[in-house]
């Protein structure tokens, strides 16, 4: 059974700075693309970064040039650094792996809590 599990979450001051950590226990491969999303209490789960084939990497509105999404492929491990945080930063933040080949599959990561509270 395939497991993604996050780590780092926690209770912060407006301001501060987390780094979250997802270990897979799988392989990542180069073609894969992992993520983080987060939801909010009483809102949908929205994207939060990606990185994808390529190492191409995205980001929503709201993080860029405060988070940092990178991979470490020889951990199977992905990390979200996430800096200047804010209250409207406060969710659930899941870790995705999606993969393409050699067949399409979509994990997901059980969420870490992030709250941004003084």
């Known amino acids: 059974q395939v497991q993604l599990v996050e780590s780092g979450g926690g209770l912060v001051q407006p301001g501060e700075s987390l780094r979250l950590s997802c270990a897979a226990s799988?392989?990542?491969?180069?073609?894969?693309?992992t993520g983080w999303y987060r939801q909010a209490p009483g809102k949908q789960r929205e994207f939060v970064a990606a990185?994808?084939?390529?190492?191409?990497?995205e980001y929503a509105d709201s993080v860029t040039g405060r988070f940092t999404i990178s991979r470490d492929t020889a951990k199977n491990t992905v990390y979200l650094q996430m800096s200047s945080l804010t209250p409207e930063d406060t969710a659930v933040y899941y870790c995705n792996l999606f993969r393409t080949w050699p067949t399409r599959r979509d994990y997901w990561g059980q969420g870490t809590q992030v709250t941004v509270s003084s």
């Open positions: 799988i392989n990542i491969f180069n073609t894969d693309t």
């Open positions: 990185v994808s084939t390529g190492r191409t990497i």
